[in-house]
């Protein structure tokens, strides 16, 4: 469980690898509430794909 606060396609790869390292079959979470600019997600789900993940589920986070 991290949080990534950094957007761009570039940091999110780098972070995914350090943390999955050569794992590509984990479940991804992308949690992400009504603050969370679309394109933030979007770029998530580029950036998933692009390592090879295919097990992505989107988690809505309500606002506290």
């Given at each position: ?8 396609l570039?940091?999110?790869k ?13 479940t ?37």
């Amino acid at each position: 469980d991290r949080e990534v606060l950094r957007t761009d396609l570039a940091s999110l790869k780098q972070t995914l690898g350090d943390v999955a390292g050569e794992d590509r079959e984990r479940t991804v979470l992308i949690r992400a509430d009504a603050r969370t600019p679309w394109q933030a997600v979007v770029t998530a789900y580029e950036a998933l794909g692009q390592l090879g993940f295919r097990r992505i589920a989107a988690v809505r986070n309500a606002i506290a």
